[in-house]
C-alpha cells in the first residue's frame, strides 16, 4: 500500500537526499559550534543543572 502511494509522488527520490543533506549540515554546524564556544561558557551552561543559589548569589 505504501509502495503505490509513495510511487504516486513526484521526484519522491530527491526527499532522503534532502533531508540527509540537512542533517549533515546541522550536525557539522553543530560541532564547529561546540569547538569555537568559549571554555566560560560551556562551564557555565554545565554548572546550570547543580547551581540553585545562582540568582541568590548575584542579589546584593
Known amino acids: 500500500m505504501y509502495k ?3 510511487r504516486s509522488i513526484e521526484n519522491v527520490e530527491v526527499f532522503p537526499i534532502v533531508s540527509l543533506i540537512i542533517f549533515v549540515l546541522f550536525f ?9 564556544v568559549p571554555k ?9 543543572p547543580m547551581d540553585d543559589n ?7
Open 4 to 6: 503505490e502511494v509513495l
Open 28 to 36: 557539522i554546524g553543530i560541532t564547529i559550534w561546540t569547538m569555537r
Open 40 to 48: 566560560d561558557v560551556i562551564d557555565h551552561m554545565s554548572s546550570l
Open 54 to 60: 545562582e540568582l541568590t548569589d548575584k542579589q546584593p
